[in-house]
């Protein structure tokens, strides 16, 4: 026997409000979600990836090892930060075809390789604050189509040459606060839409010859508050598009000028806080950057009066003196 119920609006309601405990508002239209886990937060919020509000389902720091159970199938974002959860408790999550975001931060997760299905719909996941030490071969596999990715504040050491292989959509990788020593080429070769790479706070002493060269498509670099003290000639070759680059507080003694100028599209260059000493006849030459930033430098004792030369590329006179910016030496002027 083949049963059909024509409702109106007004019973409608009743029957959401009998199956689910939800009233839903006069007309009839529903509210979203229909029911909400036990201990989360439902409705729809914006993210740091979206200014547009998605259906969101906030389950942080209520003692989870999985994600709920009972999740609405149209949700597209999922906080499950500062929990338990485990990794291998993720493949649960593979029927949920519309969720883009996933936040799994601060969740003691050590690994990875217990992520055994592909989650196709994801565009931005965040796994800050975890334990990660190491991003082993084809470690986001299971996320192809990542346009976002955060992995900051973990204790990550080293990155296999083939840890993102496959992120052909990746436009931001947030690698910051880590304990990452060097950079490699390798990274970069499946990477072909990066725009924004941020690899400050970590322990990087030395940028080699080309270790950018597969990176052409990046226009802002941040490698703020590493260790460095040399950067060759080189390091900065093949960043054709890089239009902002930031070496703010390193160990550097002398203005990269050689490697800089192989930055033909640099806009914005930030070098505060490092500890140069001197600044020679055009030690700050031929350069096409807009705003140059250098304050803050505490051990800075001499600045040759052409020091600053060729530094507007609408300018094609190499050797006239050069309207700089104030340079600051603990707070004050020089």
């Known amino acids: 026997m083949h049963l059909t119920i024509y409702v109106t609006a007004g019973h409608l309601s009743l029957i959401y409000s009998f199956l689910f405990g939800v009233v839903l508002p006069p007309g009839g239209a529903m509210a979203w979600p229909p029911f909400c886990p036990e201990s989360c937060v439902c409705g729809l919020q914006t993210s740091s990836a979206s200014p547009e509000q998605r259906r969101t389902v906030e389950c942080s720091s209520i003692g989870l090892t999985s994600p709920p159970s009972n999740l609405t199938a149209d949700v597209e974002m999922l906080m499950l930060g500062s929990n338990r959860i485990r990794p291998d408790s993720l493949n649960a999550l593979a029927n949920y075809v519309n969720m883009s975001e996933l936040n799994i931060a601060q969740n003691h997760i050590y690994g990875l390789g217990d992520i055994k299905v592909v989650l196709s719909s994801l565009l931005y996941v965040v796994i800050d604050g975890n334990e990660l030490d190491y991003l082993a071969n084809k470690s986001f596999w299971w996320a192809p189509h990542l346009r976002r990715l955060s992995v900051r504040r973990n204790k990550i ?136 930033s250098m304050s803050h430098m505490d051990r800075l004792q001499f600045i040759d009066r052409r020091a600053f030369s060729n530094l507007d590329p609408s300018q094609p006179t190499r050797n006239a003196p050069q309207q700089i910016p104030e340079l600051h030496r603990s707070g004050s002027v020089l």
Not at 188 to 202: A, C, H, K, T, Y
Not at 232 to 254: P, T
Not at 265 to 276: C, K, V
């Open 157 to 292: 050491e080293l990155i296999h040459a083939e840890a993102f292989v496959g992120l052909a959509d990746l436009r931001i990788l947030d690698l910051s606060d880590n304990r990452l020593f060097s950079v490699i080429p390798e990274w970069f070769r499946d990477l072909v839409s990066i725009d924004e790479l941020d690899l400050g706070q970590n322990n990087i002493h030395v940028l080699r010859d080309g270790v950018f060269r597969l990176a052409t498509t990046l226009r802002s670099l941040d490698i703020s508050l590493n260790q460095l003290q040399h950067l060759y000639d080189g390091a900065f070759g093949g960043l054709k598009s890089l239009r902002k680059l930031i070496l703010q507080g390193n160990n550097l003694k002398q203005f990269p000028v050689v490697a800089l100028r192989r930055l033909a599209a640099l806009r914005e260059a930030n070098l505060n806080r490092n500890p140069f000493q001197a600044l020679y006849t055009s030690s700050v030459s031929d350069l096409s950057v807009a705003t140059l």
